[in-house]
């Protein structure tokens, strides 16, 4: 009887460290998938930064062409498209397209536009120097804002890649801002 406790016991706290384990796994699992798509570039994951564009190498023997999608998260109010659907780049050249936004409430919204492109690997090779996806963008109930997008296909997008698409989802983070600026400074009120 006394073996048999002695077992169970042993048995008991093996599955408690594995409990544990499973656990900590599951919390690790968000930033390794993170780390995964950064290095892959699956996911269609995008950089949250300006990059640098130098003139100068523009690739004319090969045309891409960059398709804008837009959509807005479900019970965000705004109407919001891309002003060019649909262009035709050169790697290595500057381009700049707009998207236009309206607020149809009486009240002012924050919104913030994630992006996202398909095929993944071209992700990689899309690079932004000024987009409205990098902050949060505030309108006032009734306002309509045009919003530039410029960007450069990097010339070693590879060979196979003539076409992607590059969607924009934009979430109403108003709630959010809220709460962040109370916690950046509690005497708002």
Not at 174 to 181: F, H, I, R
Request: hydrophobic content about 40%.
């Amino acid at each position: 009887m006394e073996a048999q406790n002695q077992q169970n016991k042993k048995l008991v706290i093996r599955l408690v460290f594995i409990v544990i384990g499973m656990f900590g796994f599951g919390f690790a699992l968000v930033p390794l998938y993170d780390v995964f798509c950064d290095l892959t570039g699956i996911n269609g994951k995008t950089a949250n930064t300006a990059a640098a564009y130098q003139a100068g190498s523009i690739d004319t023997s090969r045309t891409v062409t960059v398709e804008f999608i837009t959509r807005t998260n479900t019970g965000m109010p705004w109407e919001f498209r891309a002003e060019t659907k649909r262009i035709k780049v050169h790697p290595g050249e500057l381009n700049t397209v707009s998207f236009y936004v309206h607020n149809p409430l009486g009240k002012q919204i924050i919104a913030q536009a994630i992006p996202s492109v398909s095929p993944g690997q071209a992700a990689l090779f899309l690079n932004k120097t000024e987009c409205f996806c990098f902050n949060q963008q505030p309108l006032g109930g009734g306002e309509e804002a045009h919003m530039p997008m410029s960007f450069f296909v990097d010339t070693q997008l590879p060979e196979d890649i003539h076409y992607f698409t590059v969607q924009y989802t934009l979430y109403d983070v108003t709630a959010n801002a809220a709460d962040l600026a109370k916690t950046a400074n509690p005497f708002l009120n």
